[in-house]
């Protein structure tokens, strides 16, 4: 009977790796048409200033409208889009569409900044610089108004060929900041050696701040590092006043996160920066509005 049972399991893991192996190849050949198909939108997350709670910037977030699944976030698929390679397509779309947006977004002034992630994939493929300057042709968008977000780890594996290309798109005006800063176990000093404006806190040391000691250090050890060097330093993943509170006295200057705002739809993000800012009365500019 033990056997019996022995070999059922083995057959129910092998047919959950078989439904497993299967789920992933129909998530990968649904990715490759989704561009064409229409099914990706740019969810927006605001982010305020610490001192003011003045809104800076957003970050624009990917999701999928999947026929069968629903609104997928991008933490859902955004891996396999990577492996496949099928980022690169994406990102472009991403990064056109994003512009676009900034265009509608013109009522919150010149000074406001939508943060685009870029993945490393997409960095390194030929065509990258390209593509950024093609996209700011053809929307007429301020390269001032954009911001492109690299993740930590991957940046420092591959600094040598980033490191250039970086500094070419921000010599166009555009500012780039590092993502998920503190996970990754690169060397503090050889941030220095990167073009950037903008360090992001990842959200595992922000989550901890007020419950422990040592992620309060650490974080202050980074707003401290990237002040020392002329970055500003980004908070992500805030999801608590006394978060907020103790983020804006250790210096901190700006911050994102559930509870300053969720990612939205572009209409939803309007109308919450309208309130937040105290402009009821602007509105999105018309002629690109659902265009
Ligand atoms: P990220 O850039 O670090 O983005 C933050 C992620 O945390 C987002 O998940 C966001 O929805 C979520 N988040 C924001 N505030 C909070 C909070 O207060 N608490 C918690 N628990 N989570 C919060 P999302 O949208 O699923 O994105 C996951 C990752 O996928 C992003 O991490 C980014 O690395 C990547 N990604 C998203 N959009 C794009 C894109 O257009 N292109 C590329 N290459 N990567 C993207
Ligand atoms: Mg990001
Ligand atoms: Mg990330
Ligand atoms: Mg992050």
Redesign the pocket.
């Known amino acids: 009977r033990a056997k019996a049972l022995g070999r059922n399991r083995a057959q129910l893991f092998e047919a959950a790796m078989h439904d497993q192996a299967r789920e992933r190849l129909e998530l990968e050949n649904a990715l490759r048409g989704a561009v064409d198909a229409g099914e990706f939108i ?2 927006l ?1 605001p982010q305020v200033d610490c001192k003011t709670g003045q809104i800076r910037a957003a ?5 999928w409208e999947h026929p069968v699944r629903g609104l997928l ?4 698929f ?1 891996n396999v ?2 492996e496949t390679g099928t ?1 690169v397509e ?2 472009t779309w ?1 990064l056109e569409e994003s512009l676009g947006i900034i265009g509608k977004l013109q009522g919150l002034g010149p000074n406001f900044r939508l943060s ?4 490393v994939r ?1 960095i390194l493929a030929p065509g990258f610089v390209d593509s950024v300057e093609h996209a700011l042709e053809k929307t007429g968008a301020d390269p001032k108004q954009l911001e492109l ?1 690299i ?1 930590e780890a991957l940046v420092m594996e591959d600094i040598a060929d980033i490191a250039p290309k970086l500094a070419y798109v921000r010599s166009l005006g555009i500012s780039i900041a590092v ?2 800063f503190g996970t990754g176990y690169s060397n503090l000093a050889r941030l220095k050696a990167l073009p950037i404006d903008r360090v ?1 806190i ?2 595992s040391l922000v ?1 901890d701040i007020s419950a422990s000691g040592s992620s309060r250090t650490i974080v202050q050890a980074i707003v401290s590092l990237a002040q020392g060097l002329g970055y500003e330093s980004v908070a ?4 608590a006043e006394v978060q907020q509170e103790l983020l804006t006295l250790m210096g901190c200057e700006v911050m ?4 300053i705002g ?2 939205m739809d572009e209409d939803a993000f309007f109308a919450w920066a309208k309130i937040a800012s105290g402009m009821p009365d602007i509105s999105m500019s018309p002629q690109d509005h659902h265009a």
């Not at 976030?73 to 859902?76: F, L, Q, S, W, Y």
């Not at 994102?256 to 509870?259: D, E, K, L, V």
Request: net charge negative; aromatic share 2%; hydrophobic share 35%.
């Open positions: 740019i969810h997350q970050e624009a977030l990917l999701r976030p991008a933490g859902e955004i889009a990577e980022i994406i990102g991403v685009v992630n870029v993945s997409q977000e993740t993502d998920d992001k990842d959200q989550r992500e993943g805030v999801e994102q996160g559930f509870s969720r990612p």
